[in-house]
């Protein structure tokens, strides 16, 4: 079923306009963005088999380009418009943060971890380094691992924090397993920095963990 054959009121891009973005599916969004399909293939039609092979929505926004483009029904202009769409929102979510404290809306900062993080196929650990207000002064990926660990060095952690003379962070990393609890390791990782920073008067005020739909505070959860 094409676009132009169904009812105005339920074709994507005339009820995001009605009803707003949040009314919209996944795969409705993804066809806003997407426009037009390709021959034999609607773009509603387009739209589910990339949530499909890529694992949702995550997945296709950080598909790299080159792969998106090899695609059937993609080319260089859609592949560029879905890497687009996710660096605009992590852009505008970091010019929120770099105006206020960052702890003035937590969903905020998970979502921002989220962006980053989510649907990777490999750990990666990160920091966001905040000045005395606590405001964003920067986000970085300082360590990659494989799919189940990353070695964090707490002598980089250090050396990081005073390149950009941070006054807090909050540490970030993902599950790639998609489970968000945090871990006897990652509870002793924590302490360990916590440690190391505090030799230099950097406070750490949280550590995110990112799963595939959730952003575990430990903060929250009484473990720091």
């Known amino acids: 079923m094409t676009v132009k054959s169904l009812p105005l009121s339920v074709r994507p891009r005339e009820k995001l306009l009605a009803l707003g973005p949040q009314a919209l599916a996944d795969v409705e969004l993804l066809a806003v963005l997407l426009r037009t399909g ?3 293939q609607g ?22 380009t080159a792969d998106l483009e090899r695609l059937r029904g993609l080319g260089p202009v859609k592949a560029a418009q879905t890497s687009a769409c996710l660096e605009l929102a992590r852009r505008a979510m970091a010019q929120d943060m770099r105006r206020a404290p960052v702890f003035e809306s937590p969903a905020q900062l998970k979502t921002y971890a ?70 006897r390791a990652d509870e002793a990782l924590t302490q360990a920095l916590r440690q190391a920073l505090a030799l230099v008067d950097v406070r750490v005020l949280d550590h995110l963990i990112v799963g595939t739909n959730q952003v575990v505070s430990m903060a929250q959860r009484g473990l720091m």
């Not at 707490?154 to 990081?160: C, D, G, L, Q, T």
């Open 38 to 40: 390709s021959a034999g």
């Open 43 to 64: 773009v509603l039609q387009l739209a589910q088999s990339l949530l499909e092979q890529f694992g949702g929505l995550c997945g296709v926004l950080r598909a790299p």
């Open 114 to 183: 989220a962006l980053h993080l989510a649907g990777l196929a490999h750990e990666e650990f990160a920091i966001l380094f905040l000045d005395s207000q606590h405001r964003l002064l920067h986000w970085r990926s300082l360590f990659r691992g494989t799919l189940t660990q990353t070695s964090v060095y707490p002598r980089e952690v250090v050396k990081a924090c005073l390149a950009v003379n941070a006054a807090a962070v909050v540490l970030a990393h993902n599950h790639p397993s998609g489970v968000a609890e945090p871990s």
